[in-house]
Each structure stands twice: as C-alpha cells, then as structure tokens.
C-alpha cells in the first residue's frame, strides 16, 4: 500500500513569493496535519483537516493556508515568503478513529523549501 | 504555554545496551504521548502511544513509560543495535482542536 505522498520533494523560491505544496494521504485516512520543520528542531503544527474541515491550527500567520478536498488531498499555501520559511514541510495523515484525532500519524517524506 | 524538554546532547550506547530517552513537558497532562524516529531526510515514523491513564506500553524491544505526577516519559530500547542509531521525537496531543506538540529529538548513536 502506498505511504503518504507529497510534492514536490524540493522546491526553491524567492522572497515575496507564493508556494503551494501537496500531500496525498493513504487511501481510507481522512485526516491530514501539516507540520514545519526547521534544521534540528522538532515539527511545528501548523493545521489539521478533517473531513474537509479545519480543526486545528497552530501559531503560524495568515500567510500559511491549506484545504482539504473531497479525495482527502491536501494542499498548503504560503503567501508572501519570508527567508524564515526555509525548511522541511511534513504532511502527516491519520487512520479514522475518536473524533478524527491525530492518535496515530503517518508522515510522508516532506518537501523541503529555500526561500532565497 | 506547553514546553517540551528531550536531551539536546546526543545519546552514545554500545551495541547490545539499553538505550533510554526522556521526555518532560511542562504544563497540562497531554490526552496522550506519542514517540517517533527520524532519519536525516525522511520525515517521522510512528513508534508507540500512551494514554495519560496508561503507565507503561511495550512493542517489540520498545518500552514507554508515562508519570503524569512528574511530568515525564521515558522510552527504552532494549538490545540496542547500530539500526537504532536516529533521532527520536516526543510528541504530546491534547486531543480535538489542540495542537501536536513536538519536542527537538535526541540523537541516538549505537555503536557496534
């Protein structure tokens, strides 16, 4: 069975662009987390869908958007890139469970994204 | 607001050895704890969860421990082997709306 997808695996932009990453969960997971991480710090939560709702957003600004669709994919936005976006993006995807919770995630390999 | 403390200094073990990792936090009893490992490159893989009503959980030659009284977990590897050489997360979930909260990992290298 295929693990979580996403893409692409690298990416390089400028600063003031816009950058959309996309993640495919496995087949029967309907919930989908995005995470940042930066060289030797841990992943920061930055949204959960469910369902095709949000359910959980961290600390991140406006500029960092996401949706869910109908086929459970996943797409993150970022707007107006600072140089402090560089890093490893994580989608994680969850089997169904309580309350669509993130009990159990599966990461896929990230994209990893230099703003320049 | 929620702080999650993991041993910065890498962990250096024989091969054979039982390694053990720790994990605090600093504020609210999670729903439950999550551990994970990570290569250079690849993104987490799920190990083991405990709920915050379970004191211990074994998969294999893996073993967590949760005190809520003391606001840690640990986890153990036992029988070491140079395949277990990787980062390892500790992650703590409210549940629902909450956010994850991961902590910065330890390194741990098994030598042979």
């Known amino acids: 069975d295929a693990g979580v997808t996403q893409s692409p695996t690298h990416l390089i932009k400028t600063r003031g662009q816009q950058v959309t990453l996309r993640c495919s969960p496995i087949s029967g997971h309907k919930s989908v987390s995005w995470y940042q991480q930066v060289l030797g710090q841990g992943p920061q939560f930055i949204f959960q869908y469910y369902e095709k709702e949000e359910r959980g957003r961290g600390n991140f600004p406006d500029r960092f958007s996401a949706r869910q669709f109908p086929n459970y994919s996943s797409e993150l936005n970022v707007n107006a890139l600072l140089l402090g976006d560089s890093a490893l993006y994580l989608c994680?995807?969850?089997?169904?469970?309580?309350?669509?919770?993130?009990?159990?995630?599966?990461f896929g390999p990230g994209t990893r994204l230099l703003v320049l | 607001s929620q702080k999650i403390e993991q041993n910065s200094e890498a962990l250096n073990i024989q091969e054979g050895k039982t390694a053990t990792l720790t994990c605090n936090y600093t504020n609210y009893s999670p729903a439950y704890l999550q551990w994970y490992r990570q290569d250079p490159g690849r993104g987490p893989v799920f190990l083991l969860l405990?709920?915050?009503?379970?004191k211990e959980k074994r998969k294999e030659r893996l073993k967590v421990t949760f005190d809520t009284t003391l606001k840690q977990s640990l986890f153990h590897i036992t029988a070491s082997q140079p395949a277990d050489s990787a980062t390892y997360l500790c992650a703590l979930d409210r549940g629902g709306g909450f956010k994850t909260i991961f902590g910065a990992g330890t390194r741990l290298f098994v030598k042979a």
């Open positions: 405990i709920r915050e009503n379970e």
């Open positions: 994680a995807s969850s089997p169904p469970g309580l309350a669509g919770g993130r009990e159990t995630q599966y």
